[in-house]
């Protein structure tokens, strides 16, 4: 079984006028994150961990910010496609491990609606998604409360891993 490992960073700053978007997750706050899309800073992550470890480029290559198809996009519309693609490359999702940093708002109770929105588009289990929330000790840009970040990291698996999988095809020949 060949297994590969991806790493995503993601980081946006807020905005007035926009609703905030983590994880798939609408969450209530007064302030929206500026971007091209939904500005979906975990969902971007991890699309360029999953980008990154099927050696398929990274999020702005599939989806650049320069194109009017993606203004304002559902970003997780661009996770399906990551999927997509991830499987046409003979790939499958091991697991997602994701920290999203930020003062404000507090996340640990959109946490479980994360993983299973996020389940539901990648098309696995909640339970290979960890979404983990942290502050920055009131430093940096989150610190200061300009904007979050987000860091994701993947293992993928090939697709051919069962017997069944192996066997099947030898035998059709």
């Not at 994150?33 to 470890?53: E, N, P, R, T, Y």
Request: aromatic share 6%; charged share 20%.
């Amino acid at each position: 079984m060949k297994i590969r490992t991806g790493f995503g960073y993601d980081v946006h700053a807020f905005t007035g006028g926009r609703a905030l978007w983590l994880g798939g997750v609408r969450i209530e706050y007064p302030l929206g994150l500026a971007g091209h899309s939904d500005a979906d800073v975990l969902v971007h992550a991890i699309c360029d961990a999953l980008l990154g470890a099927a050696n398929l480029g990274d999020i702005g290559l599939h989806f650049p910010d320069t194109s009017a198809e993606y203004r304002d996009i559902d970003s997780k519309i661009l996770l399906g496609k990551t999927m997509e693609m991830l499987r046409m490359s003979g790939y499958e999702l091991g697991n997602v491990d994701a920290t999203v940093v930020t003062e404000q708002p507090k996340l640990k109770p959109y946490i479980p609606a994360m993983q299973q929105t996020l389940a539901e588009v990648m098309q696995v289990d909640p339970d290979d998604l960890s979404i983990k929330a942290t502050t920055s000790e009131k430093m940096g840009f989150a610190g200061r409360g300009e904007g979050i970040a987000a860091y994701a990291s993947v293992l993928l698996t090939d697709r051919i891993t069962t017997y069944s999988d192996i066997i099947a095809p030898q035998v059709a020949k």
